[in-house]
Structures are given as C-alpha cells and as structure tokens.
C-alpha cells in the first residue's frame, strides 16, 4: 500500500519540488494552497487559505478523508514581508504569523486524527532566518523561530503515539520568494553576494530541500529521529560573521 503525505504551500518552488519528490519516491500527495495549481502531475490538489482558521477546517479533513491516512504531513506553507519592523502595520505582522505558523498549528490540530500511529512524521519547512538572520525580516525570521520550537514540543507531545516531527531549514534557495525579495535591491548583486558568502559557492536548488524532507517524513530512512533541525544551506551557518 502507497504512504501519503499531505504538503501545504504546494504550489510554491520548494512545496512544488517536494511534492514531486514524494511522487517520484512512490507516494500519494495531497497538496494544499491558497493559489491555483497548475499541471499537479498526479497531486491530488485542494484550494485552501490555510491562514484562515474557516477554510483550513474545511480544507485539511478533506485532504484526510482523500488519504484514509496521512503517513507525513509537511508544513510549508509560507510568506515573507521585507521591512524594517518599526514601518510594518499589524495586518502585515499578522498575514505572516497567520500563514507561516498558524497554519502549522492548525495543521496538526485537523490532521492528527488521521495521522498513522506508529510511523507517522511531520517535517516543518523552517528556515536559517530562525537561527540567525538579516535585517529587515524580522517577523519572518519570528515566525520561523517559532516554528522551531513548536517542532520541538510537538516532537515531545506526539511520541507517546509513535509520530516524529521535525524541521527543515533551508538557506537561500532559488525561489520566487527569494528573488522577490532581491526585487527590491539589485537582484543580480543580491544573487552574487549570497553565492559569494555561501561556502559551498552557489545558492540551493529546491529539489535538495525537497530530499531533505523526504528524508525525515521516511520511517524507514529516519526512524529514531525527531525533534531534530536539519540545515540545508550549503554552509551558511557554519561561517562566522566576523570572517
């Protein structure tokens, strides 16, 4: 029998990429956003603004009820506003706490029911920016520090059922979200400074986020890991700011 997962923010550059992983892996996908998706490519999709707490009650049974059972949910859902804190209004500060952590907890909170026990995982799409991060991003870089952390309380309340979860947190990679923040710079300086500062010397690519994930959501590839922070950032944070 075919493992699910059920992956939010799918229509994104690394939602899209770990869907396909999955698929290619031999599982059955359950993708949800708030965006249309074009070409799924054997995803089975559903629209929903999982940033509102109305349409993911509607949308995350449904994603369950499709699957019968959800052997890895993925938590990718996503947003970024790039400003100085002091000039971002409430709406904004709220839109990214919505979609970015919310959605996780709301996630989880309509999922559980249908997750499998024992083997079941949940891998959450943080981000370096929880760890360390730049200027200008502050309530991104607070809602995936706090997506972190619920990683790590989860890990702890959902053991006793014999569902792991943990985090990915990817570095910069060539995404439409990256490239729309390096709209508002040059983005050709921004692209070359972050390949001349990443050690391995070139940003990532989506689909190595997306093995990333595959990895941690396989109970037979990570079976004894949870609560766990997986780094996917060619180095990044390995480097010193003072170097």
């Not at 075919?2 to 396909?20: D, F, H, N």
């Not at 698929?23 to 708030?34: C, F, H, L, N, P």
């Not at 089975?44 to 993911?56: E, H, N, T, V, W």
């Not at 209004?89 to 249908?114: I, K, T």
Request: charged content about 25%; proline content about 4%.
């Amino acid at each position: 029998m075919k493992k699910t997962a059920l992956v939010t923010g799918v229509t994104g550059g690394i939602g899209r990429a770990i869907a396909r992983a999955f698929v290619d892996a031999g599982w059955e996908v359950v993708g949800i956003d708030r965006q249309e998706m074009d070409e799924p490519g054997g995803i089975d999709f559903i629209k929903g603004d999982l940033s509102l707490p109305a349409s993911a009650e509607e949308a995350f049974p449904r994603a369950g009820e499709r699957a019968g059972v959800i052997d890895a949910l993925i938590n990718n859902a996503a947003i970024q506003v790039r400003k100085p804190l002091v000039e971002m209004d409430v709406g904004e500060w709220d839109a990214v706490m919505a979609s970015n952590l919310r959605s996780a907890y709301l996630a989880v909170r309509h999922c559980y029911r249908f997750m499998r026990r024992p083997g079941g995982a949940i891998v959450n799409v943080s981000s370096v920016h929880a760890v360390a991060t730049s200027k200008n991003i502050a309530a991104y870089a607070a809602s995936k520090g706090g997506l972190l952390a619920l990683t790590r309380a989860l890990s702890l309340d959902l053991a006793a059922d014999g569902i792991r979860v943990n985090a990915v947190l990817p570095g910069a990679v060539d995404t439409a979200m990256l490239r729309e923040g390096l709209r508002r710079g040059d983005p050709d300086e921004g692209l070359r400074l972050l390949t001349e500062r990443t050690p391995l010397g070139r940003i990532g690519r989506p689909e190595e986020v997306a093995q990333a994930v595959l990895f941690l959501a396989d109970n037979e590839r990570s079976s004894f890991i949870t609560g766990h922070a997986l780094v996917v950032d060619g180095g990044a944070l390995a480097r010193l700011s003072t170097e």
